[in-house]
């Protein structure tokens, strides 16, 4: 019954895989999307410094980030557990990936969508929110999906800060039962489910957010 | 702080080598992988669709610990780290590779290869000579993206026990007082290793541009 333990004990650590994306996911989402609009609309300081951050955060390894706000952020006086750091980390990190996608699908949308808007009496924080916005962000839908696909792909540095993730009972479990090969493919062979259950679900989203638009990107292809 | 740059620079010579390698790996399979993915019959069409969704599926590192665990601990087998880091890493930019490449391929306009085939040429040939040299400059952004993902995933070959950047950072960190110097020292030298990466592919960018022929955006 070895293989039952070894089972249950993936199944935990798929439990702390699960809740890591879900806690990354959205706050990675909302930071892409404040970041994205900061960096085309927001006053020149407030550009320089959205630009910064997602320079620095896309041009250094996830496993870095990671150990400097686990190990580092500490020393500064900033103590946060493994799983609020995980967590951090995986969501600045792909806030900056998603804030470019929702940058260049704001600024795919005609300029003059937003003049209209300005011309009608609104303010341009209407204007962009009512106008400009709900159009951009169904084009940065594809984009985004595939960073939360990677998302479900990084969340397995989580155990490189101590967690007990799926791949870290992965871990465990293969350094236990010495078989590392058969324990490492059932791990990896659930991320793959993962990321397939999750590319169907993005795939619904993106036919019915698409429904009515005329996409012209969908029709060239 | 002199002392610690400098331990950290003679890591950075294994993080290029891992970088280089697989790099290379990736293009030299990508690129026919890609070509397939277009061009090739369906069974091998099918076949690569599941080498592709398997190699993207699995988390850099779980590929990595298969390979080097797994495939290493298999009796008879014996894989140095090195050799698994550059394996895993390039098997995976190939899978990406391919799929950039078959991506640029379909940017190449349909008369560009029937009209090489109308002035008889024959269909590997029109592709060599024809199509494959526009897409592959169509696949430049996306390979200078490619080139920033593997540098970062290449910080993932320490925990197999290879000596790179990372792992010097790693060892420095546990070692001394002053873990902050380390790590922030570590992400600034992997930051401008992904900046002059991106800078070179630019600048290939301009060189391989032909006058009239699209960016590659349209």
Same mark, same amino acid.
């Given at each position: 019954?070895?293989?039952?333990?070894?089972?249950?004990?993936?199944?935990?650590?798929?439990?702390?895989?699960?809740?890591?994306?879900?806690?990354?996911?959205?706050?990675?989402?909302?930071?892409?999307?404040?970041?994205?609009?900061?960096?085309?609309?927001?006053?020149?300081?407030?550009?320089?410094?959205?630009?910064?951050?997602?320079?620095?955060?896309?041009?250094?390894?996830?496993?870095?980030?990671?150990?400097?706000?686990?190990?580092?952020?500490?020393?500064?006086?900033?103590?946060?557990?493994?799983?609020?750091?995980?967590?951090?980390?995986?969501?600045?990190?792909?806030?900056?990936?998603?804030?470019?996608?929702?940058?260049?699908?704001?600024?795919?949308? @005609?300029?003059?969508?937003?003049?209209?808007?300005?011309?009608?009496?609104?303010?341009? $924080?209407?204007?962009?929110?009512?106008?400009?916005?709900?159009?951009?962000?169904?084009?940065?839908?594809?984009?985004?999906?595939?960073?939360?696909?990677?998302?479900?792909?990084?969340?397995?540095?989580?155990?490189?800060?101590?967690?007990?993730?799926?791949?870290?009972?992965?871990?465990?479990?293969?350094?236990?039962?010495? +078989?590392?090969?058969?324990?490492?493919?059932?791990?990896?062979?659930?991320?793959?489910?993962?990321?397939?259950?999750?590319?169907?679900?993005?795939?619904?989203?993106?036919?019915?957010?698409?429904?009515?638009?005329?996409?012209?990107?969908?029709?060239?292809? | 702080?002199?002392?610690?740059?400098?331990?950290?620079?003679?890591?950075?010579?294994?993080?290029?080598?891992?970088?280089?390698?697989?790099?290379?790996?990736?293009? %030299?399979?990508?690129?026919?992988?890609?070509?397939?993915?277009?061009?090739?019959?369906?069974?091998?069409?099918?076949?690569?669709?599941?080498?592709?969704?398997?190699?993207?599926?699995?988390?850099?590192?779980?590929?990595?610990?298969?390979?080097?665990?797994?495939?290493?601990?298999? @009796?008879?087998?014996?894989?140095?780290?090195?050799?698994?880091?550059?394996?895993?890493?390039?098997?995976?930019?190939?899978?990406? =590779?391919?799929?950039?490449?078959?991506? %640029?391929?379909?940017?190449?306009?349909?008369?560009?290869?029937?009209?090489?085939?109308?002035?008889?040429?024959?269909? %590997?040939?029109?592709?060599? +000579?024809?199509?494959?040299?526009?897409?592959?400059?169509?696949?430049? @952004?996306?390979?200078?993206?490619?080139?920033?993902?593997?540098?970062?995933?290449?910080?993932?070959?320490?925990?197999?026990?290879?000596?790179?950047?990372?792992?010097?950072?790693?060892?420095?960190?546990?070692?001394?007082?002053?873990?902050?110097?380390?790590?922030?020292?570590?992400?600034?030298?992997?930051?401008?290793?992904? =900046?002059?990466?991106?800078?070179?592919?630019?600048?290939?960018?301009?060189?391989?541009?032909? $006058?009239?022929?699209?960016?590659?955006?349209?």
């Amino acid at each position: 019954m070895e293989w039952l333990d070894t089972g249950l004990q993936l199944l935990v650590g798929l439990r702390m895989t699960i809740l890591l994306i879900l806690a990354a996911a959205p706050a990675g989402v909302a930071i892409g999307v404040i970041v994205g609009i900061a960096r085309v609309y927001g006053p020149r300081p407030v550009r320089v410094l959205a630009f910064a951050y997602q320079s620095a955060f896309r041009g250094i390894p996830l496993v870095i980030q990671l150990f400097i706000i686990y190990y580092v952020l500490p020393r500064a006086g900033l103590r946060l557990d493994p799983f609020p750091s995980a967590v951090l980390a995986f969501a600045l990190c792909s806030g900056a990936y998603h804030s470019e996608y929702v940058r260049s699908a704001l600024l795919s949308i @005609p300029t003059g969508q937003l003049e209209g808007g300005l011309a009608l009496g609104m303010r341009q $924080s209407v204007a962009v929110r009512a106008i400009i916005l709900p159009q951009a962000l169904r084009k940065a839908v594809p984009g985004c999906g595939n960073e939360l696909v990677y998302l479900i792909k990084y969340s397995s540095l989580a155990y490189l800060v101590t967690l007990v993730d799926l791949t870290g009972a992965g871990r465990l479990e293969a350094y236990a039962s010495f +078989r590392f090969f058969e324990t490492f493919l059932v791990v990896g062979m659930v991320y793959l489910a993962m990321v397939a259950l999750a590319r169907t679900g993005l795939r619904c989203i993106e036919r019915r957010w698409r429904c009515g638009l005329n996409e012209r990107a969908a029709t060239r292809a | 702080m002199v002392q610690t740059l400098s331990t950290l620079l003679s890591g950075v010579g294994t993080t290029l080598l891992l970088l280089v390698l697989a790099l290379g790996i990736g293009f %030299t399979l990508g690129v026919p992988i890609g070509i397939l993915h277009v061009y090739g019959r369906r069974p091998l069409r099918l076949l690569l669709s599941g080498y592709d969704a398997v190699i993207r599926g699995f988390p850099a590192i779980v590929l990595l610990f298969l390979i080097y665990f797994g495939i290493g601990s298999l @009796p008879g087998v014996r894989i140095p780290s090195l050799h698994a880091a550059i394996l895993a890493l390039g098997l995976r930019s190939a899978a990406y =590779q391919g799929r950039l490449v078959e991506g %640029t391929l379909r940017m190449v306009p349909m008369g560009q290869l029937e009209s090489a085939l109308a002035v008889g040429m024959r269909r %590997t040939m029109a592709i060599r +000579r024809i199509v494959l040299p526009q897409a592959l400059r169509f696949s430049l @952004p996306g390979l200078a993206n490619e080139y920033s993902i593997v540098l970062k995933d290449t910080a993932l070959a320490f925990t197999v026990g290879v000596i790179e950047l990372m792992s010097r950072a790693k060892f420095l960190a546990a070692s001394k007082r002053e873990i902050a110097q380390v790590y922030l020292l570590a992400a600034a030298l992997y930051w401008i290793l992904t =900046q002059l990466g991106l800078l070179g592919f630019g600048w290939l960018e301009r060189r391989a541009r032909i $006058s009239g022929l699209g960016s590659g955006r349209r």
